[in-house]
């Protein structure tokens, strides 16, 4: 096709939107996993376009998922998040099914790219809930630092907007252990430095000051092995009681110190 001599039967079958193409493609000879000149596989290709009905047939018949891009060190997870967290992606809620279809075939959560980001970090900077829930329940950490040391807090914490969503923010502290607010260059979030965000940074710069008991350091570092989905099979195998004081109660996590009152005012007073 003119204008395509650049891409592979595959990639052209993604991009015209001839999926079904696919299985006949591969029994005439088109490897699976052969790269266009971007460097990108045609599952890169589909799960960067978000096309469902694309990632969905490939996968089936094979596609590696945790195949990288050769520069940017991309996986098709990757490039699914980072396309649903876009501005686009925000407004239409598009791209939740492609991200879940990539994770129950197996994608890695923890695999960085170039900039030693996983797919957490890029959620947690556009603040997209759906897909950071999604990715905690299939075992993300929200401890892991880019090459730059910034965790994913520090990306949700980076934009304003974000602090809005309270439920969010808890979530990710109840899973944060040590604390760490700043990045490689001591840097705190930007957010946290406008005048009205004061009394959370006042907030979250006393509890990282804290020292944890022993008892709740044991506590969050098993939360964090039996993290996502993982938890409910350690339910079966624990005590009630002991399991709801590791899972559900907050007291001995960073989320207890956040008042949800107070973030509420500063917001209403922000506006």
């Known amino acids: ?34 790269r266009a000149e971007a ?22 018949c094979g596609a590696k998922v945790n195949c990288t891009t050769l520069m940017t060190k991309q996986t098709a997870l990757h ?29 890695n959560v923890h695999m960085k790219d170039w900039e030693g980001q996983e797919a957490i970090h890029r ?19 929200v401890n892991s630092l880019t090459w730059r040391e910034e965790s994913p807090l520090f990306l949700f914490l980076e934009r304003a907007i974000n602090l809005r969503k309270v439920h969010v923010l808890k979530k990710l502290l109840s899973l944060s252990y040590p604390l760490k607010l700043t990045n490689g260059e001591g840097r705190l979030p930007r957010a946290l430095g406008h005048p009205c965000w004061e009394p959370l940074k006042g907030l979250l ?7 944890w008991s022993l008892q709740d350091i044991c506590k969050f570092n098993i939360r964090k092995i039996y993290g996502g989905n993982s ?7 624990i005590p009630t009681q ?30």
């Open 1 to 34: 096709m003119f204008g395509h001599h650049d891409h592979h039967p595959l990639h052209l079958a993604v991009t015209i939107g001839c999926h079904h193409l696919i299985p006949d493609l591969l029994k005439r000879g088109a490897k699976i996993n052969d």
């Open 39 to 60: 460097n990108q596989t045609a599952l890169h290709l589909a799960s960067e376009t978000l096309n469902q009905e694309a990632i969905k047939m490939l996968l089936r």
């Open 79 to 107: 490039l699914a998040v980072h396309c649903s967290s876009s501005k686009a992606g925000l407004v239409l809620a598009a791209g939740g099914k492609c991200v879940e279809l990539l994770l129950l075939h197996g994608a």
């Open 123 to 141: 959620a947690c900077q556009s603040g997209r809930e759906d897909i950071i829930n999604l990715l905690l329940d299939y075992g993300a950490d």
């Open 205 to 211: 710069l006393q509890a990282s000051s804290e020292v």
């Open 231 to 237: 938890r409910y099979w350690l339910k079966r195998r």
């Open 242 to 271: 002991l399991w709801d004081s590791i899972f559900i109660s907050q007291q001995f996590s960073y989320a207890s110190k956040i008042n949800d009152l107070t973030v509420c005012n500063v917001h209403t007073s922000q506006e």
